[in-house]
């Protein structure tokens, strides 16, 4: 029985930690106006990629983020680096199609409805995912990890 238990555990520990994406956890901070910083974004399908910090406080993760106005309307947010090559100025770039795609391996991420998983077999992982926070009144979005 004991011996069990050990089994069980360690293959449920080996199940989850094959799961993880290989994008490290890093700091994301991102507050913006949409009307003022990404008037894009006010349409399905419209996306803003941050690659540079515009304010002392912005923080955008690993490789970048994408915010993206996904086919339902709600905004999603991902890093820009790619699962497949992990490294952080190799990046996935957004087009509004709702696809993100990968300039060195050719992975391609399917950002539409908000999860960004990989549409091509050459990746196990989808794009990391962010929090979004609307705020409809003033038009802000606040991205967080």
Do not use: W
Not at 6 to 16: G, N, Q
Not at 68 to 97: G, Q
């Amino acid at each position: 029985m004991k011996n069990s238990i050990i089994i069980i555990s360690l293959v449920l520990l080996a199940a989850c930690t094959n799961k993880r994406s290989p994008i490290p956890d890093m700091p994301v901070n991102l507050d913006f106006n949409i009307i003022s910083t990404a008037p894009q974004l006010t349409s399905l399908g419209g996306f803003c990629e941050f690659t540079e910090p515009k304010k002392a406080a912005d923080l955008l993760g690993y490789g970048g983020i994408v915010v993206f106005h996904a086919f339902d309307d709600v905004y999603c947010a991902f890093d820009m680096s790619c699962p497949v090559e992990a490294e952080p100025n190799i990046r996935v770039y957004s087009d509004n199609t709702g696809t993100a795609r990968c300039g060195k391996c050719g992975a391609e991420f399917f950002l539409g409805d908000g999860n960004a998983f990989p549409i091509k077999e050459n990746s196990k992982f989808p794009l990391r995912k962010y929090r979004v926070y609307f705020n409809a009144a003033y038009n802000n979005i606040y991205v967080t990890r």
